[in-house]
């Protein structure tokens, strides 16, 4: 407000320089120094709308409506716009994880297949025989099959067999 009343002051002072004399005069007498633009009149006028009513507007209530589908099918098409923007970075992401997860899982394959290698190395298995102290078969007693249907094994298991 303090600038408003400066402003008002500098645009009115030309017609105060006529009035001035006798301002100062009045000023020099008077024993309080004057307040900034005194000289202003602000009339406050008291308004009373309580007994207007308010006009129908069928008009208002269709540009409501209109404003509102417009606002709908904005956002409609705004999401429209970015879902694929955003479905690809989702996507994105889970091919990440995929990798991921595949290099994890060869990783762990190698890990596996070197310790199938370690159990079933040659020297493991002849260590794990002289544990378990098994033993080879005699020579004679080993039956070779070399994928014929014949009947002398059958028959020599069974006059083995018989023979005992």
Not at 56 to 62: G, I, S, T
Not at 90 to 101: K, M, V
Not at 121 to 143: H, N, T
Request: charged share 20%.
């Amino acid at each position: 407000m303090a600038t408003l009343a400066t402003v008002l002051d500098k645009l009115f002072e030309n017609g105060m320089n006529n009035a001035r004399p006798a301002a100062l005069t009045a000023e020099a007498s008077a024993p309080v120094r004057p307040f900034a633009n005194e000289d202003i009149f602000f009339h406050v006028k008291r308004i009373d709308n309580s007994r207007v009513v308010r006009a129908a507007d069928p008009q208002a209530r269709q540009d409501c409506w209109k404003m509102i589908g417009s606002v709908v099918a904005a956002a409609v098409l705004l999401i429209a716009v970015l879902l694929p923007g955003a479905y690809s970075l989702l996507a994105g992401y889970q091919i990440q994880t995929l990798r991921q997860d595949a290099h994890r899982l060869v990783n762990e394959r190698a890990s596996l297949e070197l310790q199938e290698a370690e159990l079933l190395s040659p020297a493991r298995m002849e260590q794990m025989a002289r544990d378990q102290q098994f033993v080879d078969p005699p020579s004679q007693k080993v039956v070779y099959l070399d994928g014929q249907r014949d009947a002398q094994v059958a028959q020599n298991a069974t006059m083995e067999s018989s023979g005992k």
